[in-house]
């Protein structure tokens, strides 16, 4: 195996292990979320939460530059791409926060991040005009029966489903599926952690516009401690950090492969749903999570090449 072979597998192992733990701190925001979720109007914790993680891109593009880790770039094509991915960066937000005020945490983190990797695998095929092999197709369906074990889904009708929040859930997976393509045309002209810095800003004016009528500036000192607790770890942790670590796989490992990691946060989300709010663990949930987890070795897998 020559240098730059072995050099590129050291490259992508570092990217996976870097997305998984990602992915687990994706899982746990379902938590944060849904503590917040009716302290705030959704507006207003949306605002709040993308404001902060703007701000706190500024020190980490500050030290990137000043310590040559990691070099920036910027063109007038990655500012064009960061306007509609940050609107649909305050949509995914705003359909995020809606869904939290209704539903369970775990249920509601597993809806969406079920039909996540589906809808940005099926519109990676229609408009990338990627393909996939068995395995992936069956990393797919495992991943689909694995989250519908885990939401326990025979016990809800239809109309359940599209009430109590989970249309929103919906909505807000669609969406992040659109978000993850733009992201990887975006990064084609500029570095990750600009791009998101980009990204961020316009999701924030637009989250502005959103909140304007109920004060969010004024109103800040008339959240609890608490608020201010998760509000810090949704916005610098979930996502300045963890956030940008996804749209950097993005650009290196494409939509489809990316967003198949997601399959792991519905296992996050009911682990610490079990643990904080003590939610039942049936013998079905856990069945799913396996078949999740092994949706992802299987979207992952490395495909054989033909002599």
């Known amino acids: 195996m020559s240098t730059a072979v072995l050099q590129n597998t050291s490259k992508n192992t570092t990217i996976v292990l870097a997305l998984i733990m990602a992915m687990l701190v994706w899982g746990s925001s379902w938590i944060s979320g849904k503590i917040i979720a009716d302290m705030a109007p959704a507006e207003i914790t949306v605002f709040y939460r993308i404001a902060l993680a703007t701000i706190s891109m500024a020190p980490i593009l500050f030290l990137m530059h000043k310590s040559q880790l990691h070099k920036l770039a910027f063109s007038r094509k990655a500012l064009l791409w960061s306007i509609p991915a940050g609107l649909l960066m305050a949509a995914y937000n705003q ?57 326990e889904i025979w016990l809800f009708d239809v109309a359940q489903i599209l009430a109590s929040g989970n249309a929103y859930f919906l909505l807000a997976s669609l969406t992040w599926a659109f978000l993850t393509l733009i992201s990887k045309q975006g990064t084609k002209f500029s570095d990750f952690l600009t791009f998101s810095t980009l990204m961020y800003f316009w999701a924030m004016l637009l989250s502005y516009l959103f909140a304007y009528d109920l004060s969010p500036i004024s109103n800040i000192a008339n959240y609890s401690s608490t608020y201010w607790y998760h509000m810090l770890y949704l916005s610098i942790i979930v996502v300045s950090i963890a956030t940008s670590i996804f749209f950097f796989a993005t650009q290196q490992l494409g939509p489809s492969r990316s967003s198949s990691f997601i399959f792991i946060v519905p296992v996050t989300a009911m682990g610490m749903s079990i643990w904080y709010f003590d939610e039942h663990l049936s013998l079905t949930m856990f069945c799913g999570a396996l078949l999740a987890l092994s949706a992802v070795y299987l979207l992952n897998k490395p495909t054989k090449l033909k002599s």
């Open 95 to 151: 359909f995020f926060f809606l869904g939290l005020h209704d539903g369970l945490p775990g249920k509601g983190g597993m809806l969406v991040t079920t039909t996540n990797p589906i809808f940005t695998i099926i519109l990676s095929t229609l408009i990338l005009r990627s393909t996939l092999s068995n395995t992936q197709l069956t990393g797919c369906i495992l991943g689909v029966v694995g989250g519908l074990f885990m939401i």
